[in-house]
């Protein structure tokens, strides 16, 4: 005996994927493996009315972590951005490296 309720999670005629299809909400086999999504429910139709698919925590640009990575992207855009260790130039192992380079350029060059 099927239950009559049009979504109801036991109902063998429950199909989400029309009824998400129709509100324009995108319909995924791996959400499905969990519990069916009412289509009808307050939460999907602000999901499927937001702006593009972001949900969850609103971003603070005024934080310090969004300044900081804004100072980030604007130095990795303009090609400053420092990554990794700094080099001490006068360091036994550069001026070695060094020295190795030069006398290389002067066999080549000879």
């Known amino acids: 005996m099927f239950n009559t309720k ?7 005629q429950f199909k989400p994927e ?3 299809k129709e509100m324009g909400v995108k319909y995924s086999v791996k959400a499905q493996l969990g519990r069916p999504v009412d289509p009808n429910s307050a939460r999907q139709k602000r999901l499927a009315s937001a702006p593009g698919v972001r949900t969850g925590r609103p971003i603070n640009p005024n934080s310090a972590r969004q300044q900081r990575l804004a100072e980030l992207e604007a130095k990795r855009s303009n090609g400053t951005l420092r990554r990794g260790r700094p080099v001490n130039p006068n ?8 020295e190795a ?10």
């Open 6 to 12: 049009q979504n109801n999670m036991n109902n063998v």
């Open 91 to 98: 360091s036994a192992r550069q001026v070695a490296l060094r």
């Open 18 to 20: 029309g009824q998400l």
């Open 101 to 110: 380079a030069m006398k290389l350029l002067n066999e080549i060059q000879s």
